[in-house]
């Protein structure tokens, strides 16, 4: 490592101010702060000193989604090797059919191997597609800018992956996060000026700019001609005895069913989000706000109850492992930069998304799915939920204020008990 280093600085001044790649500073300092940590901290007082930093926060965030990738490859090519032995089809009609040729693998659903090689064929070019658009539209607003690379787009671009349907045109996966990073993000002024999420911002302009490549029966499995609805799609037709015909709540739990390509499994998203609250880089307030949210309205819906809608009768153990609710509530809620700031409107901006996410899902037949469209539901509110949690705030200060000063005892006690 100590080699690595030395080129490094051996390679700073062509890159540096005045030196002959001075234009390419961000992509030099790109990988600099990736391998190490910056040498200009902040060391003394007032500043805050920590030994984490944004590119650190982001990587952990790349790092937490790991289970979810696993899973992503696994259940991807169990799904579509499930549905080639159910249609008596043995071959993969694209070009995904040579390196699994050349790689001795076969299309077998009970092998681990070729369930998770088959699925990796899938994910790995809808990542790889995405991760180079995405970083290309960082370097370039970075260097106009003159700013430095951040590794925001680690997260954003596998995060984004992770929701789309396995067989996406990679043209459209590029198109989506083309407009998520420039629309959703760079447009505000880049990383930390963004309201949006830009990950669910290129997916919403996907979902509503190629519908029938985002929703329906067809677009879960990567099979070409086969059709089957997730369980939120079979709720919303055929109610709970659809779903509950087909898989089981632990089936669910653990992923192996239909959905996003990477949002499927509750277990490896909790293991992600066990891992970010470890780190103390997501907030448990907004996943408890979010979960606390949805099983609050669908308690209310199961308790109204509807002849006409079947979805007011799904129990709320259901709605939290199905769909993409665990995905956006660990992953996309939290995001530091479009989430709230406060303690108490982290709850309330969770707790808003959980709201929302039942309404859009029960109310609204248009739309199965609701998760997404209530995270950026909750990005556009939460700032005025941090505003007014910020001047509730400071009216309780201004009320004990004036007690004091108008020589209450108690309250002033209070008061000074508070301020210690």
Same mark, same amino acid.
């Given at each position: 490592?100590?080699?690595?280093?030395?080129?490094?600085?051996?390679?700073?001044?062509?890159?540096?101010?005045?030196?002959?790649?001075?234009?390419?500073?961000?992509?030099?300092?790109?990988?600099?702060?990736?391998?190490?940590?910056?040498?200009?901290?902040?060391?003394?007082?007032?500043?805050?000193?920590?030994?984490?930093?944004?590119?650190?926060?982001?990587?952990?965030?790349?790092?937490?989604?790991?289970?979810?990738?696993?899973?992503?490859?696994?259940?991807?090519?169990?799904?579509?090797?499930?549905?080639?032995?159910?249609?008596?089809?043995?071959?993969?009609?694209?070009?995904?059919?040579?390196?699994?040729?050349?790689?001795?693998?076969?299309?077998?659903?009970?092998?681990?191997?070729?369930?998770?090689?088959?699925?990796?064929?899938?994910?790995?070019?809808?990542?790889?597609?995405?991760?180079?658009?995405?970083?290309?539209?960082?370097?370039?607003?970075?260097?106009?800018?003159?700013?430095?690379?951040?590794?925001?787009?680690?997260?954003?671009?596998?995060?984004?992956?992770?929701?789309?349907?396995?067989?996406?045109?990679?043209?459209?996966?590029?198109?989506?996060?083309?407009?998520?990073?420039?629309?959703?993000?760079?447009?505000?002024?880049?990383?930390?000026?963004?309201?949006?999420?830009?990950?669910?911002?290129?997916?919403?302009?996907?979902?509503?700019?190629?519908?029938?490549?985002?929703?329906?029966?067809? =677009?879960?499995? *990567?099979? %070409?001609?086969? !059709? &089957? +609805?997730?369980?939120?799609?079979?709720?919303?037709?055929? #109610?709970?005895?659809?779903?509950?015909?087909?898989?089981?709540?632990?089936?669910?739990?653990?992923?192996?069913?239909?959905?996003?390509?990477?949002?499927?499994?509750?277990?490896?998203?909790?293991?992600?989000?066990?891992?970010l609250l470890y780190t103390r880089v997501a907030s448990?307030?907004?996943?408890?706000?979010?979960?606390?949210?949805?099983?609050?309205?669908?308690?209310?819906?199961?308790?109204?109850?509807?002849?006409?809608?079947?979805?007011?009768?799904?129990?709320?153990y259901w709605h939290l492992v199905i769909g993409g609710?665990?995905?956006?509530? =660990?992953?996309? *809620?939290? %995001?530091?930069? !479009? &989430? +709230?700031?406060?303690?108490?409107?982290?709850?309330?901006? #969770?707790?808003?998304?959980?709201?929302?996410?039942?309404?859009?899902?029960?109310?609204?037949?248009?739309?199965?799915?609701?998760?997404?469209?209530?995270?950026?539901?909750?990005?556009?509110?939460?700032?005025?939920?941090?505003?007014?949690?910020?001047?509730?705030?400071?009216?309780?200060?201004?009320?004990?204020?004036?007690?004091?000063?108008?020589?209450?005892?108690?309250?002033?006690?209070?008061?000074?008990?508070?301020?210690?």
């Open positions: 490592m100590a080699g690595l280093r030395h080129t490094l600085d051996r390679l700073h001044p062509l890159f540096a101010k005045g030196g002959r790649y001075e234009r390419f500073y961000a992509l030099y300092e790109m990988v600099d702060t990736f391998l190490y940590s910056p040498a200009d901290t902040t060391r003394a007082a007032p500043h805050v000193r920590d030994g984490i930093d944004l590119k650190r926060v982001m990587i952990y965030v790349w790092l937490a989604t790991f289970p979810c990738i696993f899973m992503a490859c696994w259940n991807t090519g169990f799904q579509a090797n499930l549905a080639m032995g159910q249609m008596g089809v043995s071959t993969v009609d694209n070009w995904r059919q040579l390196p699994l040729q050349l790689m001795g693998v076969s299309h077998d659903p009970q092998s681990f191997w070729d369930n998770f090689v088959l699925g990796f064929w899938y994910f790995a070019p809808l990542y790889f597609v995405t991760f180079v658009v995405g970083g290309l539209w960082e370097a370039l607003f970075a260097a106009v800018r003159n700013h430095e690379i951040n590794e925001g787009f680690f997260a954003t671009s596998i995060l984004y992956t992770l929701t789309l349907p396995p067989a996406l045109p990679l043209w459209q996966a590029a198109l989506g996060i083309s407009f998520g990073i420039v629309v959703g993000k760079e447009v505000f002024g880049g990383t930390g000026k963004n309201f949006l999420n830009p990950a669910l911002t290129g997916r919403a302009f996907l979902f509503f700019a190629f519908p029938a490549y985002m929703s329906g029966d067809s =677009v879960w499995t *990567a099979l %070409d001609g086969w !059709s &089957a +609805a997730t369980p939120l799609g079979l709720g919303a037709t055929d #109610g709970m005895s659809a779903i509950t015909s087909q898989i089981t709540w632990w089936d669910a739990f653990a992923g192996d069913i239909q959905g996003s390509i990477g949002s499927t499994s509750t277990l490896a998203i909790l293991l992600g989000a066990a891992f448990w307030r907004i996943m408890a706000g979010c979960v606390g949210g949805l099983v609050a309205v669908t308690l209310l819906f199961n308790l109204i109850g509807s002849e006409s809608n079947l979805m007011f009768a799904m129990p709320w609710f665990a995905f956006g509530a =660990v992953f996309m *809620a939290t %995001d530091p930069v !479009s &989430a +709230a700031m406060t303690n108490t409107g982290r709850l309330i901006y #969770g707790g808003l998304i959980g709201v929302m996410t039942g309404l859009v899902r029960v109310i609204n037949p248009a739309f199965p799915e609701g998760i997404m469209l209530a995270i950026l539901f909750g990005n556009i509110f939460a700032p005025l939920i941090d505003y007014f949690v910020v001047q509730a705030n400071v009216r309780r200060r201004q009320k004990r204020l004036a007690s004091r000063r108008a020589g209450s005892p108690e309250t002033a006690g209070q008061d000074t008990v508070a301020a210690e």
